[in-house]
């Protein structure tokens, strides 16, 4: 089965410095998806980061990029230049890929504070 | 466009009552997932519904069930509440079947009394 293990239940940063979020899986595909998801008090998750399995490029998206190491099955999340706003629940989530339903299996969450 | 829409937000029931949650999808989109995300934990998968058929199911009892309508929106039923089904209910929606783009509304908040 699938699981996803995020280890660090809280962090905190201070605004502008850089955060590294942590997380690990594990499974037996090779093929599959992981993302990281933001939720803020508002409840809503919204996608941060994609990262498919099968390209080895890190993906990034603005401030945001990833560290994939899929022999170690560990993808964290790196946001530079933190801002107020990216105070929230962070969920890393594993997606398997050519399945026949969608199914995300997400970790614990970390709780990302930022400090002014 | 509207995103996903959740009803009601908040919700309090007894024990042994029966609850159900509503969901609509973002236009166009014909696939619902459920996922139960009790506080401080991930979501968990219940269920996912596609073209009005059952999917695929999580590791959830009977008591969970869950249909989709011709217009592509999705009830979450639940029947003889416990204590512990007290959580977020959320709903993600997605155009296809195996998507990895999968957009969540905001969630019902279910307190059981």
């Known amino acids: 089965a699938q699981t996803v293990t995020q280890s660090q239940p809280e962090m905190s940063v201070q605004e502008a410095e850089t955060v590294t979020l942590s997380c690990t899986y594990d499974t037996s595909e090779s093929d599959y998806y992981l993302f990281w998801y933001k939720q803020p008090p508002s409840r809503q998750m919204i996608l941060v980061i994609r990262?498919?399995?099968?390209?080895?490029q890190n993906a990034t998206e603005n401030r945001f990029s990833v560290n994939f190491q899929k022999a170690a099955k560990s993808f964290s999340l790196k946001i530079s230049d933190s801002q107020l706003g990216d105070a929230a629940m962070y969920f890393c989530?594993?997606?398997?890929?050519?399945?026949?339903?969608?199914?995300?299996?997400f970790g614990s969450g970390t709780k990302l504070n930022v400090k002014p | 466009d509207a995103g996903v829409t959740q009803s009601p937000t908040h919700l309090i029931k007894t024990r042994g009552q029966h609850v159900t949650l509503r969901c609509s999808p973002i236009?166009?989109?014909?696939?619902v997932s459920w996922y139960q995300q009790v506080l401080g934990q991930g979501p968990q998968f219940i269920f996912q519904y596609y073209e009005k058929e059952e999917r695929g199911r999580g590791n959830f009892p009977d008591r969970f069930s869950a249909r989709q309508f011709p217009n592509y929106s999705s009830e979450l039923n639940v029947n003889a509440l416990l204590l512990g089904d007290s959580a977020l209910y959320l709903c993600?929606?997605?155009?296809?079947?195996?998507?990895?783009?999968?957009?969540f509304g905001p969630g019902t908040r279910l307190t059981v009394t």
């Open positions: 236009s166009g989109h014909k696939s």
């Open positions: 993600a929606s997605s155009l296809v079947s195996q998507s990895y783009e999968q957009y």
């Open positions: 990262q498919e399995a099968y390209k080895q």
């Open positions: 989530a594993y997606q398997r890929a050519l399945y026949n339903f969608n199914k995300f299996y």
